[in-house]
């Protein structure tokens, strides 16, 4: 198996501390969009690239100038259709070794081999970023123009994306609970929003079921859930016998985002598809509020919720 596992060498006249403090130095090869700490043993650290890649590494193996490892705790790669989760337990490995006034560094992504969804694509951003992105910052000591080109255009699609949010429904709270206990209550969904519940709604993949009353419902799935940061339900199916169309919230999502800070977890809730222009909205917008704001708010900062719609 280990010789199917992505490798990719690059060789370079610098001396192997230079390259080991180079690998190190995360947020000037790989990515900016860049959180924690990537030096000594036990350090962790988060990349994230909205909608796009989610991965948390923890660095399980240190020998100065010779070796690091990143352990993959937690990971989503979004474009995924089968396992969003591909890359969660593999390890990343940097081996440095001299070859005569070189140095070589060996990178193996130990558990990334070909039979993933993922390896493709995977493949491919690893030698760019690796031989490329990597090679340019050890040997010139600034970030290559390509990867500073790739930041610049995540973040304007995220500005575009963001403007385009601005139209679906959207809230924010902020509660004095961790954003990992506001997950896990907002999941109790019969605690704070009046409706009917079946089913699971914990995980990511879970399932579960929303009634309204008369012949309505709402099938939804844990599309995504990364701890501390975000959940979103997708709606897979609905029926509302009180608007002409009664599939008026199919394909929409449930988005709640979190940020926590010292101690106080700031929630923002989307229902991205839930615009000014579809017939629901004048209903939804004010049931949401209500949702959201007094209910939501209630149970997560005095565990009952606030069933009395104003």
Same mark, same amino acid.
């Given at each position: 198996?280990?010789?199917?596992?992505?490798?990719?060498?690059?060789?370079?006249?610098?001396?192997?501390?230079?390259?080991?403090?180079?690998?190190?130095?995360?947020?000037?090869?790989?990515?900016?969009?860049?959180?924690?700490?990537?030096?000594?043993?036990?350090?962790?650290?988060?990349?994230?690239?909205?909608?796009?890649?989610?991965?948390?590494?923890?660095?399980?193996?240190?020998?100065?100038?010779?070796?690091?490892?990143?352990?993959?705790?937690?990971?989503?790669?979004?474009?995924?259709?089968?396992?969003?989760?591909?890359?969660?337990?593999?390890?990343?490995?940097?081996?440095?070794?001299?070859?005569?006034?070189?140095?070589?560094?060996?990178?193996?992504?130990?558990?990334?081999?070909?039979?993933?969804?993922?390896?493709?694509?995977?493949?491919?951003?690893?030698?760019?970023?690796?031989?490329?992105? /990597?090679?340019?910052?050890?040997?010139?000591? =600034? *970030?290559?123009? &390509?990867?500073? #080109?790739?930041? %610049?255009?995540?973040?304007?699609?995220?500005?575009?994306?963001?403007?385009?949010?601005?139209?679906?429904?959207?809230?924010?709270?902020?509660?004095?609970?961790?954003?990992?206990?506001?997950?896990?209550?907002?999941?109790?969904?019969?605690?704070?929003?009046?409706?009917?519940?079946?089913?699971?709604?914990?995980?990511?993949?879970?399932?579960?079921?929303?009634?309204?009353?008369?012949?309505?419902?709402?099938?939804?799935?844990?599309?995504?859930?990364?701890?501390?940061?975000?959940?979103?339900?997708?709606?897979?199916?609905?029926?509302?016998?009180?608007?002409?169309?009664?599939?008026?919230?199919?394909?929409?999502?449930?988005?709640?985002?979190?940020?926590?800070?010292?101690?106080?977890?700031? /929630?923002?809730?989307?229902?991205?598809?839930? =615009? *000014?222009?579809? &017939?629901?909205? #004048?209903?939804? %917008?004010?049931?949401?509020?209500?949702?959201?704001?007094?209910?939501?708010?209630?149970?997560?900062?005095?565990?009952?919720?606030?069933?009395?719609?104003?």
């Amino acid at each position: 198996m280990e010789n199917k596992n992505f490798t990719a060498t690059i060789e370079v006249a610098k001396s192997p501390q230079h390259v080991f403090n180079c690998s190190t130095d995360v947020t000037n090869w790989w990515s900016k969009d860049f959180e924690g700490s990537s030096s000594k043993l036990n350090d962790e650290f988060i990349i994230h690239h909205p909608n796009q890649h989610y991965s948390k590494q923890k660095l399980i193996e240190v020998l100065p100038d010779k070796k690091i490892v990143w352990l993959v705790t937690d990971s989503t790669l979004y474009w995924l259709e089968k396992n969003k989760q591909e890359w969660t337990n593999t390890r990343m490995i940097f081996e440095i070794s001299n070859t005569g006034d070189k140095t070589v560094l060996r990178f193996t992504h130990e558990g990334l081999v070909p039979e993933m969804e993922c390896y493709a694509m995977c493949e491919k951003g690893w030698n760019m970023i690796i031989k490329d992105w /990597l090679f340019h910052f050890v040997t010139v000591g =600034t *970030p290559s123009a &390509e990867m500073t #080109k790739a930041a %610049e255009i995540r973040n304007q699609l995220l500005k575009e994306k963001n403007k385009m949010e601005n139209k679906n429904f959207n809230r924010s709270i902020s509660v004095n609970i961790s954003a990992n206990e506001a997950i896990k209550k907002i999941s109790k969904v019969q605690e704070w929003w009046g409706v009917t519940f079946s089913g699971s709604s914990e995980k990511q993949n879970d399932k579960f079921v929303i009634e309204m009353g008369g012949d309505s419902f709402f099938n939804m799935t844990v599309a995504e859930l990364i701890p501390n940061k975000k959940v979103v339900w997708l709606v897979t199916d609905c029926y509302m016998p009180w608007y002409s169309d009664k599939k008026e919230w199919l394909n929409t999502k449930m988005i709640f985002d979190f940020t926590e800070n010292n101690g106080t977890t700031s /929630l923002t809730f989307t229902h991205e598809g839930l =615009t *000014p222009d579809i &017939e629901c909205f #004048k209903d939804c %917008e004010p049931g949401w509020n209500h949702w959201i704001t007094r209910s939501l708010f209630s149970y997560l900062t005095t565990g009952t919720g606030d069933f009395k719609q104003r």
